[in-house]
Each structure stands twice: as structure tokens, then as C-alpha cells.
């Protein structure tokens, strides 16, 4: 598609002063943005940045977390998973070792197994107590990615 | 250089396609299942490069074109117009991602979406570039319109170091880097070399596209003017008479 040369014209002039609806657009846009990025911010920091607490770390502020809601980290222990009527039970472990166990309300995810990372999401159910009732498991996977092979030793498996 | 431009136009699209039609292949069929995640895993394929593409291309080089329309020296429309077709372009690739990421996470974590910072911050990216778009449509002459985007995509890319270092700064579900710094991989094989062939795949994909929309850009940009000129036109012959 050709447009014809138009005739010679002066450069236009932009307006002095913004017209009164396109500053009002201008703020309400402003206003939206703040308002999304301010409740962005409010519910991913509503439990501070970290997501969740490992095994250790909780155990190491134990008394400060008491019966609160948190979510926990940890490794499923091998050997240690058992299905109850009403979801399941098994222990995880930190780092060093320390175990804590979980008894899950509701069927764990597809990925869920014996050696796997999972991040639950609950109480502990007193204040001494290192028995965790959780509502929630979520399988935290490592960045590693392994070809399955007919054969092969199953990594991370018990 | 024209000879040049021109043949990229001829191809580019083309060889995007073939490509991506590449990768798909090799992503579900050739490609072995993950011993954990099973096929689950074919997701990588898309979700990674899409991200990157989005993250790094396209708000990165929409953060340069909009530091080089704010610097008197530099100024000129194309920046301008060239920042917008790459914010456009991108916001699709990051919504593909948060897309992606979603069918991803649901069998694979358990749940579709959770508040961890690496999710967080994507959102808010998100949502700082449908601002930019959303600020676009606001009337304004064109340079105060080209001012205020781009303080905005400068503002929006801080989130973009915070994305990338969500990882590693916080306790958070969404997993490390695959292809770590250093080059150390995670990822061997034939998963490895899909998932580096889906990088150049989709960096084509985005080139072809911010091709394509700069060049509408630039067409809607030159039939503004002429309006505009037709119509001075216009009303200046009703003062002759």
C-alpha cells in the first residue's frame, strides 16, 4: 500500500497543558500499577521471603515457632512412609540428621517417595513436640535431571 | 546490510519454525523420560527457553532502547517504537512461561501456583509490563508517551536480577538453574541438547516476531503523521475560504 506525499506541513505542535481526561487516564494507570505491585509485594511477603524453613532451621528456633502455621523442609526418610486412613505418615530429616515427624491429612502429590524433598505446610502439635500435622505436601525437585533407562539404579531412590 | 536485512526477513521465519517443529519432535518423542519426574520432564523443552527469552531478550533490550530514547544524544522514535514491540513480544513469552510453569507445577510440586519468591517476582514482572502496554493507550503526544514507557521498562527491569536471584537469595520451591554458571549442567544427553536447541529455537521465534511488530510499529507510527498532516491540511483550505 503507497500513500501519496503529503503537502508540506509545520511540525505539530503538542498541547501546553495535558487535557484533563488523558492526565486522569495517565494517574488511574499509575494508580492500578501501585495498587497490583503493592499487593504482590503484601502476599509474597506476608511470610517473609523465605518460603519455608528447613528441618534444622526450625528446630533451631523451635520455642519462637511454637504451634504456629509454617512450612517445613525436609528429605523423606527412607523406610519411613506409611499410608493412614486419613492421608499419610512419614519422617523427614535436615541436613544433620534431625528427624521431625509428619502426619499428613489428605493424599500426598504424584511425585511424592521415599528420598524425595518435600516442603509441608502445618503445625507442630505443641510446643515440645516434633510431630508435624501438615494439610499440605508440595515436592521441592532438585534442578537435576536424570534419562530414565531400563536397568539403571534409580537415583535418589531408598 | 540490506541485501542482509533482507534475506533474515525472507528466512527467518521459515527456519523459526522448522526449528521449534525440531524441537517438538525431539522433546516428545526422541527424548528419554525423566527417572523421577517421567514425562512430566517434556516441559523443560518449553518452559525454560521461554523465560529466558522473555526475561533477558526481550525486557532487557527494551531497558537499552528505553535508556537510549531518555538520553538526549540518542533519542529518536525507532528506540521508542523498538522498546514497545519487544515489551509486547516479551509479555506473551512471560505469560507462556507462567503458563508453562503451571502445568508444570501442578503434578509436579502439587500445586498450581504457590506465593515462593521466584513466582512472586515473575508476577510482579508481569504485571509491570502490562503496565507498560496498559501506559501506551494512554493519550499523550508521542514523546511524552515515549518518556513515560520508558522510565517505566527501566523501572519494571530491577525486577529482573531479583528474578534471577530468587534462588539463590531465598528458601523458595521453584528449583535452581539447570544450565548453572560455569557451565555446569544438570541435564546430560540428548535432554541436554533439546533443551539448548529450544534456546536458539525460541530466541528465532521472538526475532521473527519483534521483527514483524516493529515493523507495524513503524507503518502505524508514518500513517499517524500522514492523518494528521491531511487533516492540517484540511482545516487550514476551510480558513481560506
Request: charged share 15%.
Given at each position: ?41 503484601y502476599?509474597?511477603l ?84 516434633r ?13 537435576t ?14 | ?47 525454560p ?26 533519542r ?53 509490563f ?38 539463590q ?18 541435564i ?54
Open positions: 500500500m503507497t500513500t501519496t506525499a503529503p503537502a508540506p506541513v509545520e511540525a505539530p505542535v503538542p498541547p501546553s497543558r495535558p487535557t484533563v481526561r488523558s492526565r486522569g487516564r495517565f494517574l488511574l494507570v499509575c494508580g492500578i500499577l501501585v495498587a497490583a505491585v503493592g499487593l504482590l509485594l502476599k509474597g506476608l511470610s517473609s521471603l523465605d518460603y519455608f524453613d528447613t528441618v534444622d532451621q526450625a528446630l533451631a528456633h523451635r520455642a519462637q515457632i511454637g504451634t504456629g502455621t509454617i512450612r517445613l523442609e525436609g528429605l523423606v526418610d527412607c523406610g519411613t512412609v506409611r499410608a493412614t486412613r486419613s492421608g499419610a505418615e512419614f519422617s523427614i530429616s535436615g541436613a544433620d540428621g534431625r528427624r521431625v515427624h509428619v502426619v499428613n491429612v489428605g493424599s500426598p502429590p504424584e511425585l511424592f517417595a521415599a528420598g524425595v524433598p518435600v516442603v509441608v505446610v502445618g503445625q507442630f502439635v505443641s510446643s515440645t513436640s510431630t508435624f500435622e501438615s494439610t499440605q505436601i508440595m515436592v521441592k525437585h532438585s534442578a535431571y536424570v534419562a530414565r533407562y531400563p536397568g539403571r539404579v534409580r537415583h535418589g531412590a531408598c | 546490510m540490506t541485501a542482509v536485512v533482507r534475506a533474515v526477513d525472507r528466512f527467518l521465519g521459515p527456519v523459526s519454525l522448522a526449528l521449534v517443529v525440531l524441537t517438538v519432535w525431539l522433546g516428545l518423542w526422541v527424548t528419554p523420560p525423566d527417572e523421577l519426574q517421567g514425562d512430566l520432564v517434556r516441559l523443560i523443552y518449553l518452559h527457553a521461554l523465560a529466558w527469552v522473555a526475561l533477558y531478550l526481550a525486557f532487557g533490550l527494551a531497558a537499552v532502547c528505553s535508556a537510549l530514547y531518555l538520553w538526549p544524544r540518542t529518536a522514535e525507532r528506540w521508542d517504537l523498538l522498546a514497545a514491540s519487544t515489551v509486547e513480544v516479551g509479555v506473551v513469552f512471560l505469560s507462556l512461561t507462567l503458563a508453562t510453569g503451571m502445568l508444570w507445577g501442578r503434578p509436579a510440586w502439587g500445586v498450581w501456583w504457590t506465593w515462593d519468591a521466584r513466582l512472586t517476582s515473575t508476577a510482579l514482572l508481569e504485571i509491570l502490562i503496565g507498560y502496554l496498559a501506559m501506551r493507550r494512554v493519550p499523550a503526544d508521542p514523546h511524552t508517551r515515549a518518556r513515560r514507557c520508558a522510565v517505566l521498562a527501566l523501572l519494571a527491569t530491577l525486577d529482573v536480577p531479583i528474578v534471577h536471584f530468587s534462588v537469595w531465598w528458601n523458595g520451591l521453584h528449583q535452581g538453574a539447570t544450565l548453572g554458571s560455569g557451565l555446569t549442567f544438570h546430560h544427553g540428548s535432554m541436554l541438547w533439546t533443551l539448548l536447541l529450544s534456546f536458539v529455537a525460541f530466541t528465532c521465534v521472538f526475532a521473527w516476531m519483534v521483527r514483524r511488530r516493529y515493523q507495524i510499529a513503524v507503518r502505524d507510527a508514518a500513517r499517524e503523521l500522514d492523518e494528521l498532516a491531511a487533516a492540517l491540511t484540511a482545516r487550514r483550505a476551510e480558513g481560506v475560504r
